[in-house]
């Protein structure tokens, strides 16, 4: 069974640093792409980056690039998302992303299961 | 960016009904979109892909269709579980962006 289990909840303060984690199993973690999704509270979703843990080619929305960093450790089938500078617009809930299939620069079948979410809360 | 507008953002239906939401892509994505279902405090879910296949283990009351730029979910039957927000999401270039949501509400 495919599991992506993310790290808990944390409350951060503006200027601090953060690493979130999101361990994969059930299936070849190095066969596939792995990402992250953001949920402001109560808003929409957007797509962050994906990372293929294999040779660690990594893709970010431009939106997302220079303010996060997207990582991945095949030895231990995990996956991270890191900022070094927090912000109080960080705060959302971040999701764990398994992306099926990829043609670049088309997904084909996209992100089929989703981690349970990581809630990153930045305040002074 | 492609932009996706969805359509309505609010629809109020009964257990049973047959509903439909729309989503309109900025510029031609040929079948490219998928669609997923985020019920309350839960992660979304993907329904369907390459706009009109179900994922395995999807209910068949669950159907997509269109391609280039208008696109449609329909849920020929509502269950409880289906009252929630759908988002569509483009799957043609990066960045791969969502629509703002549909939210389902029981009547």
């Known amino acids: 069974e495919v599991q992506l289990v993310q790290s808990g909840a944390g409350v951060k303060k503006p200027g601090e640093s953060l690493r979130i984690s999101c361990k994969a199993s059930g299936y070849t973690f190095t066969g596939y792409w792995i990402g992250w999704v953001r949920q402001m509270p109560g808003k929409g979703l957007e797509w962050m980056g994906i990372?293929?843990?294999?040779?660690?080619?990594?893709r970010y929305s431009p939106s997302f690039q220079g303010q996060v960093t997207i990582s991945a450790d095949k030895s231990i089938t995990t996956a991270y998302l890191q900022w070094s500078s927090l912000k109080a617009s960080d705060t959302a809930m971040y999701y764990c992303?398994?992306?099926?299939?990829?043609?670049?620069?088309?997904?084909?079948?996209?992100?089929?299961?989703w981690g349970q979410g990581t809630l990153v809360t930045v305040s002074s | 960016d492609i932009q996706l507008t969805q359509s309505p953002s609010f629809l109020s239906a009964s257990a049973g009904d047959r509903v439909t939401i729309t989503c309109r892509a900025s510029?031609?994505?040929?079948?490219?979109l998928a669609w997923y279902r985020q019920q309350p405090g839960k992660a979304p879910k993907l329904l369907i892909y390459a706009a009109s296949t179900l994922l395995s283990g999807v209910p068949s009351r669950f159907s997509g269709s269109g391609s280039g730029t208008d696109f449609t979910l329909t849920i020929s039957s509502l269950q409880p579980e289906d009252f929630a927000t759908y988002y569509c999401q483009q799957l043609n270039s990066s960045p791969y962006t969502f629509g703002q949501g549909t939210t389902l509400e029981i009547k």
């Open positions: 990372i293929f843990p294999r040779d660690s080619d990594t």
């Open positions: 510029q031609g994505i040929s079948n490219y």
């Open positions: 992303v398994r992306l099926e299939t990829a043609a670049f620069p088309r997904l084909i079948v996209p992100f089929d299961y």
